[in-house]
């Protein structure tokens, strides 16, 4: 079949998933694609194949509940809106009880033949090593977190040397919800108020000297993972996980991020606490707050159960884990209007994790808007926004604008890469959750699930009603 578009192309740098996903979905349009893929020609330190949409770890898109789990909403909204990810993970699923698995090199054959024999889709295995050349008026940059140097550098100089991050040290962030404010309170170190606050703007969790030393000892021995060896070790001293501090001294912790100085503990004013840890808030909604100086290399399981021994937090719900991992993203809060594009260079966008987003399936979704977006452009006309009620709106959301800009760390950039979660949604209305009829026992527990679905089918009635009833992919 010959493409009879009479559209020019429009460019993507990147094969990956988020980089496939906008090819189809922008040629599905109508639009001719030219797709810059390096594999074949270079590969990176985690590809092992030239295919596209090669999945470099795990084989999971996590968990296909659309009822009551982020992700799972997310695929259904992919779905709905006809994602070939979606498509060929769906075609590819291997048993993984409620998780959507894939076999991977079947999922990544199949996105590889559908891109290639799509009549309007041309791939070009090379690496793209500076900005697309003004002559792309409309292209999209999907490198992801192994951005090939000669690109990076390039994104560098246009954006500066502090917008472009090679690691990410993430802390852990938590479900507002889920912290004990009968324990915490709201404070600011001596009440300061600084542009924006109010002089309660942190949540702080108090420490007796007994507490404060059983942490310690938690962390030295905690269970951590280690460097690939192709990362490095990418410690520098603003930047240090929790544990290696914790190493460095057992009053360390005390003078850095859990000094108790300046803060007056308001359940209990007489007694000064031995050290404190201190949560910011996260996003515009206030759903989520972040364990400010807290990235750690704990394992998942061996963090949750460290944070738990922490006044307030011993029912702490974990939005994300903390981390440190080679990645390359933007700022793009500062840098990205609300569709992708870059403000300083209208007509490229970026799409995927280069975005700040994590994750397959989150990457691929912002690979999805981009490409809708940019065939919107390339068409002359608007696309609104997806509704912030959805998955695909909140995550966006969180890219381009929801998460806050620290005010009280000057030059220090506090965006970092989130996969989807019900805390990047807005809150319910007032009342929607009320104990069902006949139920005689409503618990907190209960009240939660109910929250998750309540959400999640809010999320999918406005996003089939963006798309316009959608278009299911055969
Ligand atoms: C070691 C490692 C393990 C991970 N494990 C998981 C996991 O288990 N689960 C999970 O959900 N996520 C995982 N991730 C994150 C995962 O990489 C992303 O979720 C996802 O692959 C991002 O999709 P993307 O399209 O943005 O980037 P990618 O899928 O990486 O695609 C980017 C593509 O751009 C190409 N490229 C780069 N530079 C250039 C250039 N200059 N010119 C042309 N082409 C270029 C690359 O070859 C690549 O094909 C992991 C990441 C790493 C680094």
Same mark, same amino acid.
């Given at each position: 079949m010959t493409d009879t578009s009479s559209y020019s192309p429009i460019h993507i740098i990147g094969g990956g998933l988020a980089g496939s996903e906008a090819a189809w979905q922008i040629a599905e349009a109508g639009i001719p694609v030219i797709l810059h893929e390096m594999r074949g020609v270079r590969g990176t330190d985690a590809h092992k194949t030239d295919s596209l949409a090669e999945l470099v770890c795990s084989n999971s898109f996590r968990s296909d509940d659309a009822t009551s789990n982020a992700v799972g909403v997310l695929h259904a909204e992919m779905r709905l809106a006809g994602s070939l990810i979606m498509s060929a993970a769906d075609k590819n699923q291997v048993p993984a009880g409620g998780a959507l698995a894939v076999d991977r090199d079947g999922f990544s054959d199949a996105v590889t033949k559908a891109i290639e024999s799509h009549p309007r889709i041309t791939v070009v295995r090379e690496e793209v090593s500076g900005l697309p050349p003004r002559k792309w008026d409309l292209a999209i940059i999907a490198t992801g977190p192994l951005t090939a140097p000669s690109l990076a550098s390039a994104i560098q100089a246009e954006t500066g040397a502090?917008?472009?991050?090679?690691f990410d040290a993430i802390a852990p962030i938590i479900h507002t919800d889920s912290i004990n404010l009968d324990v915490c309170w709201f404070q600011s170190r001596y009440d300061k108020v600084g542009p924006g606050g109010t002089g309660k703007d942190y949540?702080?969790?108090?420490? @007796?000297?007994?507490? /404060?030393?059983?942490f310690v000892d938690a962390l030295i021995t905690g269970d951590k993972t280690g460097f690939k060896e192709w990362e490095g070790t990418p410690y520098f001293d603003g930047c240090l996980p929790i544990e290696v501090m914790a190493e460095r001294g057992r009053e360390t912790l005390r003078h850095g991020p859990m000094k108790p100085m300046g803060l007056t503990n308001a359940h209990?004013? @007489?007694?000064?606490? /031995?050290?404190?840890v201190q949560l910011r808030q996260d996003n515009a909604l206030g759903t989520l707050y972040n364990m400010v100086g807290f990235q750690t290399k704990l394992k998942y399981g061996a963090q949750a159960e460290v944070i738990r021994m922490i006044p307030g937090l011993?029912?702490?719900?974990?939005?994300?884990?903390?981390?440190?991992?080679?990645?390359?993203?933007?700022?793009?809060?500062?840098?990205l209007d609300p569709s992708l594009t870059l403000k300083s260079r209208p007509g490229l966008r970026f799409a995927g994790q280069i975005t700040g987003c994590e994750g397959y399936v989150e990457s691929a979704s912002i690979g999805l808007l981009a490409g809708r977006f940019a065939a919107a452009e390339r068409k002359g006309e608007s696309l609104p926004l997806p509704p912030a009620t959805t998955a695909f709106g909140s995550l966006l959301n969180h890219i381009t604008g929801g998460h806050i800009v620290s005010d009280d760390e000057p030059g220090k950039r506090s965006f970092q890469p989130m996969n989807i979660n019900f805390g990047l949604f807005p809150l319910l209305e007032p009342g929607a959750i009320t104990k069902p009829e006949g139920v005689k026992r409503f618990r907190g527990k209960d009240k939660t699930v109910m929250k998750k679905q309540l959400v999640a089918a809010r999320a999918l009635d406005d996003c089939a009603a963006w798309l316009g009833g959608g278009d299911q992919l055969a």
């Open positions: 502090d917008a472009l991050a090679f949540i702080n969790c108090p420490m @007796t000297e007994e507490q /404060y030393n059983a209990n004013p @007489t007694v000064k606490p /031995y050290a404190v011993e029912e702490a719900e974990f939005a994300r884990l903390g981390g440190l991992h080679r990645n390359t993203y933007i700022n793009s809060p500062v840098l």
